[in-house]
């Protein structure tokens, strides 16, 4: 083991532990928010289920003594294989909000994605990281906070989308997260329910502040978004630009043609069209389509150690989180989200233990086979 120490909150075990403790914390339009997704929530459901659909298959005798979690990207070392997905709205689930959260993501040395929704400036949450002594992940030289990324609506409006580049590059964001697959709001028919459409007094989308007027905007989704805003964006910014919400490996193969430098396969959380795939069986054809000319992250519905093991068997190099965070959030600020990703960190690094992989790139797709009524298949065979 890695010698991980949990502070304590209620003493946790799991992160349904944290999910029934954020659920007596919140008020229940605010835990609908963030739990429910489009329509009949199928693809909310089948992003957890799905991983059930495959078995680990563990190697033996392959001494794998001390673990080591750490993977690069962009550049930037981070300590294992699980980043935080961008969500919106933290200071809903708790006054630390994304401040909280970028202290407690920064310490267990790991990447937050900065949502462009959050109701905490990205210059604010940049600060919490920064003043953050992280988990060693480099292999020498002085441990420094991983760099934050930023998520990205495209908005119609040019001229103000650059500024909200802009203010993400001077913060010092390392990556642009690009969500594709909100040309329009999915239909959550709990928030209707509740007739929670908007945040209340005194929270607001802070990274949507006009330069000029100081006024908040309202985030725009673009019916006309399409690949010429990508060639745009790739003209507009260095920065590593990461499509968020491919599943098509069609689209997968386009990325690569447009000079993105990542794809994340993901459903938004089963938040914008219900009935797409749960996003680790849409990952295969993804990773397939892109045949190594970039990484493929992925999100939606990891919750154990054995998920991640999964998602990199089938050709992830690292996973996000995101409703896990809010929950910890949710159930104890920073100390909450602390303990989400060092939950998560120890049942990775027990799972890889047992299944006889020392590191993130030891984990190959021998080590996971499909499952049918609960029993693996053969060795080799594959849907």
């Known amino acids: 083991m890695n010698g991980t120490t949990l502070p304590s909150l209620a003493a946790p075990v799991n992160l349904a532990d944290l999910r029934a403790a954020a659920r007596r914390q919140l008020d229940p339009a605010h835990d609908d928010f963030f739990a429910g997704g489009a329509g009949d929530e199928r693809t909310v459901r089948d992003n957890e289920a799905a991983f059930d659909a495959y078995r680990v298959l563990p190697r033996v005798l392959r001494g794998v003594g001390a673990r080591d979690l750490r993977v690069e990207l962009f ?8 980043l935080v997905s961008p969500t919106a709205f933290h200071r ?23 949502s462009m929704a959050a109701t905490t400036p990205v210059e604010t949450i940049a600060a919490a990281a920064a003043n953050v002594t992280p988990r060693p992940a480099p292999a020498s030289g002085p441990p420094r906070p991983p760099k934050l990324w930023f998520q990205l609506y495209p908005q119609p409006d040019l001229a103000f989308t650059e500024s909200v580049i802009r203010r993400a590059e001077a913060a010092g964001c390392g990556a642009l997260v690009v969500t594709v697959d909100s040309p329009v709001f999915g239909r959550r028919e709990r928030d209707l329910r509740h007739g929670f459409l908007d945040l209340p007094d005194g929270l607001c989308c802070e990274n949507m502040r006009d330069p000029v007027t100081g006024e908040i905007r309202a985030i725009t989704m673009d019916a006309a978004l399409d690949w010429r805003r990508i060639d745009w964006l790739r003209e507009t910014t260095r920065l590593p630009l990461v499509l968020k919400g491919v599943l098509h490996p069609a689209d997968a193969a386009l990325a690569v043609e447009h000079g993105v430098d990542a794809v994340l396969v993901s459903n938004h959380g089963g938040r914008q069209l219900d009935g797409v795939p749960a996003s680790v069986d849409a990952l295969p054809a993804v990773v397939d389509a892109v045949a190594g000319r970039l990484p493929v992250l992925l999100d939606g519905g990891v919750r154990r150690g054995t998920d991640v093991l999964t998602a990199l068997a089938l050709g992830a190099v ?8 809010l929950w910890g959030l949710a159930a104890g600020g920073e100390l909450g989200v602390r303990q989400v990703l060092e939950l998560l960190r120890a049942d990775l690094d027990r799972a890889m233990a047992l299944a006889g992989a020392d590191s993130p790139a030891a984990i190959t797709p021998d080590l996971v086979t499909p499952a ?8 080799g065979v594959r849907r």
Do not use: N
């Open 75 to 82: 550049g930037e070392t981070v300590s294992m294989p699980v």
């Open 372 to 379: 049918v009524g609960g029993r693996a298949w053969p060795v």
């Open 92 to 114: 809903l689930a708790h006054p630390d909000g994304e401040a909280g959260c970028a202290r407690a993501i920064a310490a267990a040395g790991t990447i937050m994605v900065v």
């Open 318 to 325: 690292a996973v996000g989180v995101g409703r896990p965070v």
